[in-house]
């Protein structure tokens, strides 16, 4: 999408992240003004000391002309300071303002937003592109009103000293002005190729680091090498283009200012040799001053300019995010403190994609207190089920209820903690044991998690850990074995208390070791509460009070493992069979 050259939608959007901070940016705009008038001051106080204290000798005019100097360029460095520091501080409390409302508003999307979101963008969304943000007002809004503001008082103590030397500024800025603004065209075009290109550069790298493993199971080093490098260096020419430009623009800026300089000490000198009383020796030294401070912002206006535009192009990426309507309904007004664990699907359709059904109208009930297994092919519609027990998907029709009331009746808070999860793919933050466990809930203490980890077997293990539950895991849990995740896993359910527990696939792919420890935790864990229990092996579920068989998002057969084995050429039968005689 191609930006505006300035969109005053998205620039009014984020003004009014800057209402709180109401008195600090009528500071900065105070500053920028005293800024301009000291900034101006100096070179007239210049002329006045050369033409009414050097020329005629007066030392002690001098000196005090000298001091005055002085202090106002004390008050201008003041200016300055304050000017800058509060800019960029505004520029970091907005940033922390929209950054903080773009993540809780990430924290409610539903599951499906993330199906197809890459996590490259949003990251980019989320770091770099805030930090754009900030430059509206550190380098952007501020610098360039502070730049206008000190060129107009420039421009007004110039036609009071000598409007004769100031119409050869006048004839030089325009000639600059048409400068400035091709430069600022080419680098608007510049910039948002430079930014699409740092996006692409950082999904590749954050999807190729996450999926390491597999670039060398596969021996994809080499190709994926390549492909970074042709990533990157579209990368590098988009910048150097930026660089191409700057270097054209700045040599061009420089003589101009150097001509128009030139012309001012050529036209002002035979002036002041043919006598003209008009012009004198203190205009010749005070215009040196104000050509650099006219020019200078003038030319360094459109580099501003472009850091405004960099960091609305930003936000108006942001804003996407944060106008994306992608979040689950949470219009219950019922807080269940526990449930008792009755569920029941009434006629449940869902799919993912639209008029793809991989839930094709289910009736299922679990009495409260129950276990219940769900077995069936990949693709079934097991993992389906409790994504919708939990909300983190709408279902498309059908009702589902919890002892006796349907779940859009609950706060989504509130029954969400009240359904445990354990997944097959463990996910632990970079943190200590302790923390993935509590997930820094502060109502969850240290000695209950010990407790809890006794009850269920798992507390020799944890001790046996350099630094016990202190232990750092390490980003997604490195620092230990799937079996161990697992186990953690299973104490971050349990110490939640909740009144419905669910384990998908949460005995897969571990060692002998971890899942007697697991088996152990199992009957630990699912004892008195409603639980469903997902699983491919069918060892595991045996026990279960219902046993559930999905096939191609229905429900085929349903009953006691004895009494599905007695269905002759069942579904539930045949794979029973299948298994057992592949292990025997």
Same mark, same amino acid.
């Given at each position: 999408?191609?930006?505006?050259?300035?969109?005053?939608?998205?620039?009014?959007r984020?003004?009014?992240?800057?209402?709180?901070?109401?008195?600090?940016?009528?500071?900065?705009?105070?500053?920028?003004?005293?800024?301009?008038?000291?900034?101006?001051?100096r070179?007239?106080?210049?002329?006045?000391?050369?033409?009414?204290?050097?020329? $005629?000798?007066?030392?002690v005019?001098?000196?005090?002309?000298?001091?005055?100097?002085?202090?106002?360029?004390?008050l201008?460095?003041?200016?300055?300071?304050?000017?800058?520091?509060?800019?960029?501080?505004?520029?970091?409390?907005i940033?922390?303002?929209?950054?903080?409302?773009?993540?809780?508003?990430?924290?409610?999307?539903?599951?499906?937003?993330?199906? $197809?979101?890459?996590?490259?963008?949003?990251?980019?969304?989320?770091?770099?592109?805030?930090?754009?943000?900030?430059?509206?007002?550190?380098?952007?809004?501020?610098?360039?009103?502070?730049?206008?503001?000190?060129?107009?008082?420039?421009?007004f103590?110039m036609?009071?000293?000598?409007?004769?030397?100031?119409?050869?500024?006048?004839?030089?800025?325009?000639?600059?002005?048409?400068?400035?603004?091709?430069?600022?065209?080419?680098?608007?075009?510049?910039f948002?190729?430079?930014?699409?290109?740092?996006?692409?550069?950082?999904?590749?790298?954050?999807?190729?680091?996450?999926?390491?493993?597999?670039?060398?199971?596969?021996?994809?080093e080499?190709?994926?090498?390549?492909?970074?490098?042709?990533?990157?260096?579209?990368?590098?020419?988009?910048?150097?283009?930026?660089?191409?430009?700057?270097?054209?623009?700045?040599?061009?800026?420089?003589?101009?200012?150097?001509?128009?300089?030139?012309?001012?000490?050529?036209?002002?000198g035979?002036?002041?040799?043919?006598?003209?009383?008009?012009?004198?020796?203190?205009?010749?030294?005070?215009?040196?001053?104000?050509?650099?401070?006219?020019?200078?912002?003038?030319?360094?206006?459109?580099?501003k300019?472009?850091e405004?535009q960099?960091?609305?192009?930003?936000?108006?990426?942001?804003?996407?995010?944060?106008?994306?309507?992608?979040?689950?309904?949470?219009?219950g007004?019922?807080?269940?403190p526990?449930?008792?664990?009755?569920?029941?699907?009434?006629?449940?359709?869902?799919?993912?994609?639209?008029?793809?059904?991989?839930?094709?109208?289910?009736?299922?009930?679990?009495?409260s207190?129950?276990t219940?297994?769900?077995?069936?092919?990949?693709?079934?519609?097991?993992?389906?089920?409790?994504?919708?027990?939990?909300?983190?998907?709408?279902?498309?029709?059908?009702?589902?209820?919890?002892?006796?009331?349907n779940?859009?009746?609950?706060?989504?808070?509130?029954?969400?903690?009240?359904?445990a999860?354990?997944?097959?793919?463990?996910?632990?933050?970079?943190?200590?044991?302790?923390?993935?466990?509590t997930?820094?809930?502060?109502?969850?203490?240290?000695?209950q998690?010990?407790?809890?980890?006794?009850?269920?077997?798992?507390?020799?293990?944890?001790?046996?850990?350099?630094?016990?539950?202190?232990?750092?895991?390490?980003?997604?849990?490195?620092?230990?074995s799937?079996?161990?995740?697992?186990?953690?896993?299973?104490?971050?359910?349990?110490?939640?208390?909740p009144?419905?527990?669910?384990?998908?696939?949460?005995?897969?792919s571990?060692?002998?070791?971890?899942?007697?420890?697991?088996q152990?935790? $199992?009957?630990?864990?699912?004892?008195?509460?409603?639980?469903?229990?997902?699983?491919?092996?069918?060892?595991?579920?045996?026990?279960?009070?219902?046993?559930?068989?999905?096939?191609?998002?229905?429900?085929?057969?349903?009953?006691?493992?004895?009494?599905?084995?007695?269905?002759?050429?069942?579904y539930y039968?045949?794979?029973?069979?299948?298994?057992?005689?592949?292990?025997?």
């Amino acid at each position: 999408m191609k930006a505006k050259a300035f969109d005053t939608i998205v620039f009014k959007r984020i003004l009014k992240y800057a209402k709180p901070y109401k008195w600090r940016f009528n500071s900065v705009i105070l500053f920028a003004i005293f800024l301009s008038i000291f900034a101006a001051l100096r070179p007239y106080l210049l002329k006045l000391t050369v033409d009414d204290y050097i020329k $005629t000798h007066d030392q002690v005019g001098l000196l005090w002309y000298v001091i005055l100097m002085g202090i106002v360029l004390i008050l201008e460095v003041l200016s300055n300071f304050f000017f800058v520091y509060w800019a960029n501080w505004l520029g970091q409390d907005i940033v922390k303002d929209v950054r903080v409302k773009l993540f809780k508003h990430m924290l409610s999307f539903k599951m499906k937003y993330y199906d $197809t979101a890459p996590v490259g963008q949003l990251i980019t969304r989320s770091v770099s592109d805030m930090e754009s943000i900030a430059k509206i007002f550190s380098q952007g809004l501020f610098m360039i009103a502070s730049d206008l503001l000190k060129m107009i008082v420039i421009l007004f103590f110039m036609l009071k000293e000598n409007w004769k030397l100031t119409i050869i500024v006048f004839i030089a800025m325009p000639i600059l002005v048409f400068v400035t603004r091709i430069f600022q065209r080419k680098m608007q075009v510049t910039f948002e190729e430079v930014r699409n290109q740092i996006a692409n550069l950082n999904t590749f790298v954050q999807e190729r680091v996450t999926g390491m493993k597999i670039v060398q199971l596969f021996n994809r080093e080499n190709i994926e090498y390549e492909k970074f490098k042709e990533i990157n260096n579209k990368h590098k020419n988009a910048w150097v283009k930026t660089i191409l430009y700057n270097s054209i623009f700045f040599p061009i800026a420089d003589i101009i200012s150097s001509l128009t300089l030139g012309f001012i000490v050529l036209y002002g000198g035979f002036r002041i040799i043919d006598g003209d009383s008009t012009t004198t020796f203190g205009d010749i030294f005070s215009y040196t001053m104000y050509i650099g401070m006219l020019f200078n912002p003038l030319r360094q206006i459109a580099d501003k300019f472009n850091e405004m535009q960099m960091g609305m192009i930003s936000a108006n990426r942001v804003f996407e995010i944060l106008d994306t309507k992608e979040h689950i309904q949470d219009i219950g007004t019922i807080e269940a403190p526990t449930f008792e664990g009755a569920i029941e699907f009434k006629d449940v359709k869902f799919s993912y994609i639209d008029n793809e059904e991989v839930i094709k109208g289910i009736n299922l009930s679990v009495q409260s207190g129950q276990t219940i297994a769900i077995v069936g092919a990949t693709g079934a519609g097991k993992t389906t089920i409790i994504n919708l027990l939990n909300r983190f998907y709408e279902i498309n029709s059908g009702k589902i209820y919890i002892d006796n009331q349907n779940i859009h009746d609950y706060t989504l808070d509130s029954l969400r903690k009240q359904i445990a999860v354990v997944l097959q793919d463990v996910f632990l933050f970079a943190d200590t044991i302790l923390n993935n466990i509590t997930l820094n809930n502060p109502e969850i203490t240290r000695e209950q998690v010990v407790t809890a980890a006794k009850k269920i077997g798992v507390h020799e293990f944890i001790n046996s850990l350099p630094g016990g539950y202190d232990y750092n895991v390490k980003e997604r849990g490195v620092m230990l074995s799937s079996g161990q995740r697992q186990l953690i896993a299973f104490l971050r359910a349990y110490v939640s208390n909740p009144s419905i527990l669910i384990l998908d696939e949460a005995t897969s792919s571990i060692d002998m070791y971890s899942e007697e420890l697991i088996q152990q935790a $199992t009957e630990t864990i699912t004892k008195g509460r409603t639980s469903i229990i997902i699983a491919h092996r069918l060892a595991t579920i045996m026990n279960a009070d219902k046993i559930v068989v999905m096939d191609k998002g229905l429900i085929v057969e349903q009953g006691t493992h004895q009494e599905l084995l007695n269905v002759t050429s069942g579904y539930y039968k045949n794979l029973y069979d299948s298994q057992f005689q592949l292990n025997s």
